[in-house]
């Protein structure tokens, strides 16, 4: 589903940060970064991200996306400000993260684990849309879209750099 509300902003030269298995990436001919690959690297993907600067020159990207990853980080200021680095001149970010409303529903959930694998829920922060405004604005950035699905459990921003 996220993916899906994505693909429509995706544009020019791409990089998908948190990748996993790199399907974003190699179905928009793009790169992918993850710490913990869930698949085989693609001729396009790349599975390398420490916790330090990106391994990509400034100005080298179109877009970037971050699908159900923001909520899941530490440093996230000095994320956004290294994916502001390599976003070029007119690039764009697209995250996707729970909203608060969704943190009582995943908790719930987690108890079946045959429906959600507790294991693998780690957020250490849910954002309000006022929360992501104050966040990318802070970073450099200024929202182009913003939208909530799967009522209103999720939300999807559209970011770009903005002007200096």
Do not use: W
């Amino acid at each position: 589903m996220r993916i899906r509300k994505v693909k429509g902003f995706i544009k020019g030269k791409f990089l998908d940060i948190g990748c996993e298995r790199g399907d974003l990436a190699a179905h928009f001919h793009g790169f992918g970064l993850d710490r913990n690959p869930k698949g085989p690297k693609g001729r396009a993907v790349q599975f390398t991200i420490k916790d330090s600067h990106l391994p990509y020159r400034s100005d080298s990207f179109d877009t970037v996306t971050m699908i159900a990853l923001i909520e899941h980080m530490d440093n996230i200021d000095f994320n956004l400000r290294e994916i502001h680095r390599i976003l070029n001149s007119k690039g764009q970010l697209i995250i996707t993260t729970p909203s608060p409303k969704a943190k009582k529903m995943i908790k719930l959930l987690s108890f079946f684990p045959f429906i959600l694998d507790p294991s693998g829920i780690d957020h250490k922060s849910y954002f309000s849309k006022e929360d992501l405004s104050r966040l990318f604005g802070d970073n450099g950035f200024e929202i182009v879209c913003y939208k909530t699905f799967q009522f209103g459990m999720n939300q999807i921003m559209v970011a770009r750099k903005a002007d200096v």
